[in-house]
């Protein structure tokens, strides 16, 4: 059944139940009360009819076209709300990865700490062996120079000693065998 017929079919109900009043209206005192509820009744049944009539495609259309902008905003509103849930999802996910990837700097920031400590502390005892080396030969030059120097002074002590006490050794037989000697090295 359509809406026209609905209400009309509404309208013929309401006035039979009236009619069925007008027995007992009649017994009250006349006819015109019972004509006058039977008119209203009527009355609102063909208004009720026109305006369905007449407003039944408008009304669906308009209903029709507020249920799919509900529609709309609903879907609308929904593929937001996945949208944000990605992005939060996202916003998770990158965090996640900043904080593992924080970790690794972390981790890679103290072995390379730890690499460089290494590394000056190699250096260190580099430098210290370069430098202990440096020092033994300085006191090794010293020394062989302080020898050096003790034998310089040595002979120069032992001739001054020879110069003092050859010319009371030596005798004229000793100087004659040492020109002896020099001219047989000559030839």
């Known amino acids: 059944m359509t809406g026209g017929r609905r209400a009309l079919t509404c309208s013929l109900?309401?006035?039979?139940?009236?009619?069925?009043?007008?027995?007992?209206?009649?017994?009250?005192?006349?006819?015109?009360?019972?004509?006058?509820?039977?008119?209203?009744?009527?009355?609102?049944?063909?208004?009720?009819?026109?305006?369905?009539?007449?407003?039944?495609?408008?009304?669906?259309?308009?209903?029709?076209?507020?249920?799919?902008?509900?529609?709309?905003?609903?879907?609308?509103?929904?593929?937001?709300?996945?949208?944000?849930?990605?992005?939060?999802?996202?916003?998770?996910?990158?965090?996640?990865?900043?904080?593992?990837?924080?970790?690794?700097?972390?981790?890679?920031i103290f072995e390379e700490g730890e690499r460089e400590r290494d590394q000056i502390i190699e250096d260190a005892r580099d430098q210290s062996r370069v430098m202990i080396e440096h020092a033994r030969r300085r006191i090794d030059n010293q020394i062989f120079l302080a020898r050096r120097q003790f034998k310089a002074e040595m002979v120069d002590m032992a001739m001054e000693m020879a110069l003092e006490q050859l010319p009371r050794e030596v005798t004229e037989a000793d100087e004659n065998r040492r020109i002896d000697l020099y001219l047989n090295a000559a030839r």
């Open 13 to 108: 109900a309401a006035a039979a139940i009236l009619l069925g009043a007008v027995p007992a209206a009649a017994e009250s005192g006349g006819w015109r009360p019972i004509y006058d509820v039977v008119m209203l009744w009527l009355n609102f049944g063909i208004l009720v009819f026109v305006l369905v009539k007449v407003l039944k495609r408008p009304l669906r259309d308009f209903f029709q076209d507020k249920k799919d902008e509900l529609e709309n905003a609903v879907r609308r509103i929904e593929s937001e709300k996945q949208r944000a849930w990605q992005q939060v999802e996202e916003a998770r996910q990158d965090l996640e990865e900043n904080k593992s990837r924080l970790e690794r700097v972390r981790k890679r």
